[in-house]
């Protein structure tokens, strides 16, 4: 089992930064991935970005260029840096992580979550 615990969520105005962390405990050796996902209202959980043991990372397009995801495999955290926030940015925030050594993009190759941080982008 592998315990996930989000935090750095919050008001933020358009333009501005924000800097998630998500925190992994429990049975956390072995290579495992993971990602970031975002849910707003109304809308389905969608995928974010994706860094695997070794650092290689993937993201969606909406957030090419203004977002960057790291990890410290010594403290086993993954770090979500938000530039350039927008309105539409506005959602829960989700880490969640997966054994293996690949990336995964669909919320259902995941085993574990954390329990969200929410971001709120204002105009």
């Known amino acids: 089992q592998v315990q996930l615990v989000e935090s750095g969520g919050g008001l933020v105005q358009a333009g501005g930064s924000l800097r998630l962390s998500c925190a992994a405990s429990?049975?956390?050796?072995?290579?495992?991935?993971m990602g970031w996902f975002r849910q707003a209202p109304g809308k389905e959980r969608e995928f974010i970005v994706v860094i695997s043991y070794d650092a290689r990372t993937y993201y969606t397009d909406s957030v090419k260029g203004r977002f960057t995801i790291s990890r410290d495999n010594a403290k086993n955290t993954v770090y979500l840096q938000m530039n350039s926030l927008q309105p539409a940015d506005t959602a829960v925030y989700y880490c969640?992580?997966?054994?293996?050594?690949?990336?995964?993009?669909?919320?259902?190759?995941?085993?574990?979550w954390g329990q969200g941080t929410q971001v709120t982008v204002s105009s």
């Open positions: 969640a992580a997966q054994y293996g050594t690949t990336w995964y993009f669909l919320p259902q190759r995941y085993a574990y």
């Open positions: 429990g049975r956390t050796a072995g290579p495992y991935v």
